[in-house]
């Protein structure tokens, strides 16, 4: 928690309640997504820098899994400062659902920025928040 005391109380402490609610696995809820297109969810399980992130694809009409979709998250650090990680890929585990490990290597929030293309093509992007601390 070194990071925390560089910044006023008030912050630390609304980052400290953050951190506290974000331990474990979370059901994380989209903070964007795109309005067409396959509809996407999103989870990122584990503790520490080094997680999984798993990503359910489904179609926005009929609620159906999409398989054979392209997928890749992306890490975006927020706070303390903003940084962009690589794209990186996830594979198709069980029908529409996708997962891949992403290292997120500073404590701080961030944003997993998910890129989903379905077989047709058609293109849909979310954006998760995520406390790493
Ligand atoms: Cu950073």
């Keep these: 928690m070194q990071f925390v005391k ?12 953050v951190i506290a609610l974000g331990a474990g696995a979370v ?3 989209s903070k964007s997504s795109s309005s067409s297109g396959p509809k996407i969810s ?5 503790k520490g820098y080094n997680r999984t992130v798993v990503v359910q ?3 926005r009409k009929n609620g159906a899994p999409i398989r054979g979709a392209e997928v890749t998250a992306q890490g975006q650090m927020t ?20 997962r ?5 290597i500073m404590k ?6 998910v890129d989903v293309v379905d ?6 992007k979310a954006s998760f928040p995520i406390v790493i601390g």
Excluded: C, Q
Excluded at 6 to 17: C, E, F, K, S, V
Excluded at 100 to 104: E, I, S
Excluded at 108 to 113: D, F, I, Q, S
Excluded at 119 to 124: A, D, I, R, V
């Design 6 to 17: 560089r910044y006023p109380i008030p912050i630390a402490l609304a980052l400290a309640g």
């Design 27 to 29: 059901l994380l809820t």
């Design 42 to 46: 999103a989870d990122v399980k584990g």
């Design 57 to 59: 694809v489904k179609d």
């Design 79 to 98: 706070f303390p400062h903003a940084m962009n990680f690589i794209d990186k890929p996830l594979r198709e585990v069980s029908s529409g659902t996708y």
């Design 100 to 104: 891949g490990p992403y290292t997120f």
């Design 108 to 113: 701080g929030n961030w944003t997993v920025n």
């Design 119 to 124: 077989k047709k093509g058609k293109e849909s």
